[in-house]
């Protein structure tokens, strides 16, 4: 029974491992078509230097073949890897398929490889060896999805920039992946040749490739059954088209590329989106969670030094941004000390944004210093600025789409949990532990914006306010010394505002850095210690909120100079909450003043 | 000098090939790899017409213009717009034109058999020239006007037409595009239509360069023109032009003085340096990441 569909299962078996090499980089969304090449130079190496099986078995044979070749492939990867880890998306597969095709063509042309005629390799491998080989690999992939490490490949998937943000090392991860594609592609080149009895470079050429790749893809390239079912699907439609009588020639082809298509089309995600994703909430997490709330990072989380208060958070000093001749931010001095709420105001384009992307480390400056938390920003890469303690939401959320809620925020407590994949694939309690102290923080998080009923729900289904929110659950999930939102309230309606202006009181009660951009400028002067008040990318203005409001400079900035207009445009909107705001203080600043399409405040406020 | 021409004649039925590559990832950042399925069935057609329809070489190549241009309609369709909107575009169109460039083949296979087909003899005209000592044919000084003047046309309704206009926007930003009126999914269509008409005539003129058409031919060229696009920078129209002349050129000079069996190692390696060291290609423009 078994011997009867031995070489399909077989052959199942290998299209598999060699779609696990493409899954292995596409989960982290990188589009690599190297792995052919991989898999070639593995295969030959493994064939042409292990021993022969007629010496020490063959058993010892085979795996002798395999470690070489995982090695050669890893190491192939590696090599191709540092220099071409910088492309993105099809750049990064057409050098790789360059790769690939360079090296078909130098075996070709060896002669120990035996040219086009191919090398002889004894037949080893048996359906249970593959089988085997194809159960280790999955499980490495299946142990990987839910660890941090796996967790940090999707997230550069959905959003690199973002990524960077929480704290990700997006080039290592990105070669780790890279590597790992190598090691798999090689263990198929390996397997392959002790099967197949005759090797030639032709049988890793463009067209290998593109089928490995049709493979990882239509099985699904989200989930780690994936490249199973790809494979499945791929091999068996032929078989069946031959057992129903289908003839030869054109038909099946036909059919099996329509079939590929109907899937492509109708199936976003692949076979596997057939198979229920279960979005995991283990029983009792919330409570623990609530449990814990208050108590400061959970057990089982990397403690976090913050800066007392009243030490430098961050100190600029003649920091300027310019772009081809035009000063984005110019000259600017400015200290914020722990403990502060800082808001950044200013009309559209006056260099809030990018002041902030500095500060960050998403943008170096071009002229002046910063140093933010002990870090000198200018050469320190993003993710080490946010290691040091910086966290930040983006003015367009950059959440991680097809995460749920709480993958979300979970990839928001990266450097603050440990890294558990390798312990998970030994099953090791204690990564288990870590595992649910992560989840506990992100709970925690998701509680403390109000969305933890929704923590199952993808990111891209939720509506606007609360992605906003989970953005700012994302960003305290790494437990920051410094906090920076940019525009948080923008597009929330009045009660959402609230609601936030509330949370970031709370959160500077509880002794976090925040300084925020916000256009509500009544929500700022109710919310912060010390507003800056940038003008053309320049610091106009600097102190309590109180002071802010009565600055003549401020006025001028976002409503021209007439005093007329200033009077009558503030007037109704005096008595925003702050008692020390002197009788003129101009506390709603109509938005549109400045030229701007600004959403109007619509913050309620409490004359008193 | 013999060599050069030659190189030149290939150089240009690469190029034709890759600007219809280009044009679609160019402007709608799409790679589409049943491009080269396109080219190999317009050259069985072309045969066909020829052999069959007892048309002269030259009244064939308008014809297969417009059989490429529907082709080019029908990928646009099926393989590219379910696709509109999905965060996995990227991927799915590349694997859904594959799949549709399979059954592209299996048709022709259906229609022509596996075989390798030729025009029939005497179909080609014998006039030939001498320039500086190197012996051309009327045919190949057809091949190079044909594809020059299919170049310049394209170059000239991307720059000066109200269409060419539309295509720019939709590359720019194809949301703005749609407020400001560019019918997006016409742009599109069209853009795939000249693609495809392209990729079919320089299909044509490849078989008839070297008077054979056969299944695996659009495979061979792929690489190619994925070659071509990148050296000359993706979605750069004279770009393009430039590194299909410059690759004709490169195989012809290397087959002489390396050996055939070493082509495609130096096709991949300029291909991989100039990645390594300008990413963007010789004429592309670098995209600007926005935070």
């Known amino acids: 029974m078994l011997d009867e569909y031995a070489t399909t299962l077989t052959f199942i078996a290998l299209g598999a491992i060699f779609a696990y090499s493409f899954y292995a980089v596409l989960i982290a969304g990188q589009l690599s078509l190297g792995q052919a090449g991989f898999a070639a130079l593995s295969a030959f190496a493994g064939a042409y230097l292990a021993p022969s099986p007629t010496d020490v078995g063959d058993v010892p044979a085979l795996l002798i073949a395999v470690a070489i070749g995982m090695s050669v492939g890893a190491l192939a990867a590696v090599v191709l890897g540092l220099p071409t880890m910088h492309l993105r998306g099809v750049f990064l597969a057409i050098a790789t398929l360059g790769f690939a095709e360079a090296v078909r063509v130098v075996l070709t042309n060896q002669e120990w490889t035996g040219g086009a005629q191919g090398l002889g390799v004894p037949r080893v491998l048996t359906v249970g060896m593959a089988w085997l080989a194809l159960g280790l690999v999955a499980y490495w992939f299946w142990r990987m999805g839910r660890s941090r490490y796996g967790r940090a490949l999707e997230a550069i998937r959905e959003d690199e920039l973002a990524a960077r943000a929480m704290g990700i090392d997006v080039g290592r991860h990105r070669l780790a992946a890279f590597v790992t594609a190598g090691a798999v592609a090689g263990l198929y080149g390996v397997l392959y040749a002790y099967y197949v009895r005759l090797i030639a470079p032709d049988d890793f050429d463009f067209v290998a490739a593109v089928e490995g790749l049709v493979t990882a893809v239509v099985g699904g390239s989200t989930m780690f059954l994936g490249p199973i079912l790809g494979s499945g699907f791929q091999t068996i439609v032929p078989e069946i088209q031959r057992a129903v009588g289908v003839e030869a020639g054109w038909i099946r082809p036909f059919l099996a590329s329509l079939l590929l298509l109907v899937v492509i089309l109708f199936l976003p995600g692949g076979l596997a989106s057939l198979i229920r994703r279960r979005t995991r909430l283990p029983a009792g997490a919330a409570d623990d969670a609530r449990a814990d709330a208050g108590e400061g990072p959970g057990r089982g989380l990397a403690g976090r030094h913050h800066p007392a208060a009243g030490e430098p958070v961050v100190s600029l000093s003649g920091l300027g941004k310019e772009y081809g001749g035009v000063h984005a931010v110019r000259g600017v001095d400015l200290e914020i000390r722990a403990g502060e709420v800082v808001g950044l105001i200013g009309p559209n384009g006056a260099g809030k944004t990018t002041l902030v992307n500095m500060i960050s480390g998403l943008v170096p400056p071009s002229s002046g210093t910063a140093t933010v938390l002990g870090s000198t920003i200018g050469r320190t890469p993003v993710h080490r600025i946010a290691a040091a303690g910086v966290s930040r939401t983006f003015q367009h959320s950059k959440l991680f789409n097809r995460l749920s809620a709480l993958e979300n925020v979970l990839v928001g407590a990266h450097l603050v949990s440990r890294p558990t994949f390798l312990r998970r694939l030994l099953w090791l309690p204690s990564a288990r532990r870590d595992e649910r102290a992560a989840l506990r923080q992100a709970v925690r998080c998701l509680d403390r914006v109000g969305l933890a009923d929704r923590a199952a729900a993808r990111a891209e289904a939720l509506s606007y306010g609360d992605q906003r929110r989970l953005e700012i659950a994302r960003a305290l999930a790494s437990d920051p010394s410094l906090l920076i939102l940019d525009e948080p309230a923008a597009g929330m309606n009045h009660v959402e505002a609230a609601r936030l202006s509330e949370l970031i009181t709370s959160l500077a009660r509880d002794g976090l850095t925040i300084l925020f951009i916000e256009h509500n400028v009544g929500m700022v002067l109710q919310t912060c210690t010390r507003v800056v008040v940038l003008n053309f990318g320049e610091v106009i203005a600097s102190g309590a909120p109180g002071e802010i409001a009565a600055d003549p400079a401020v006025i001028e900035a976002y409503l021209g100079s007439d005093e007329d207009d200033a009077g009558s445009a503030g007037s109704g909107a005096t008595a925003a909450g702050r008692d020390a705001a002197p009788p003129d203080a101009v506390t709603n600043l109509t938005p549109g003043a400045a030229g701007t399409l600004d959403t109007p405040d619509t913050t309620p406020r409490n004359p008193t | ?291």
């Open chain 2, 1 to 291: 000098m013999q060599q050069l021409l030659n190189g030149i004649f290939i150089g240009s039925i690469y190029a034709l090939f890759a600007i219809g590559f280009t044009l679609v990832f160019g402007i709608l950042d799409r790679l589409n790899l049943a491009h080269p399925a396109v080219f190999a069935a317009s050259a069985f057609v072309g045969i066909e017409l020829v052999e069959r329809g007892g048309l002269s070489l030259w009244a064939a190549l308008p014809i297969v213009f417009v059989f490429g241009a529907v082709l080019g309609l029908a990928i646009e369709r099926l393989a590219f717009r379910p696709l509109k909107g999905r965060a996995d575009a990227h991927f799915a169109g590349l694997i859904s034109s594959i799949a549709l460039a399979g059954m592209f083949i299996a048709l022709l296979q259906w229609r022509y058999g596996p075989d390798t087909r030729r025009f029939p003899t005497g179909s080609f005209p014998d006039t030939r020239f001498e320039i500086a000592g190197a012996q051309v044919t009327l045919v190949q000084v057809v091949i190079l006007a044909v594809s020059l003047a299919l170049m310049v046309g394209l170059t000239y309704m991307v720059t000066r037409t109200r269409l060419g206009r539309g295509m720019r926007a939709v590359a720019e930003n194809p949301t703005a595009a749609r407020v400001l009126g560019v019918n997006v999914d016409r742009v599109t269509a069209i853009t795939f239509a000249i693609s495809s008409a392209l990729g079919a005539v320089a299909g044509v003129l490849f078989a008839i360069n070297v008077n054979t058409a056969q299944l695996g031919m659009g495979a061979a060229i792929e690489l190619k023109g994925l070659a071509v696009i990148i050296v000359g920078g993706m979605g750069s129209l004279p770009g393009a032009l430039i590194g299909g002349l410059l690759l004709g050129l490169a195989e012809v000079f290397a087959v002489q003085y390396i050996g055939s069996s070493w082509i495609d190692v130096i096709a991949f390696g300029l291909l991989f340096v100039i990645l390594l060291l300008r990413p963007q290609g010789l004429l592309g423009a670098r995209k600007v990441r926005e935070v």
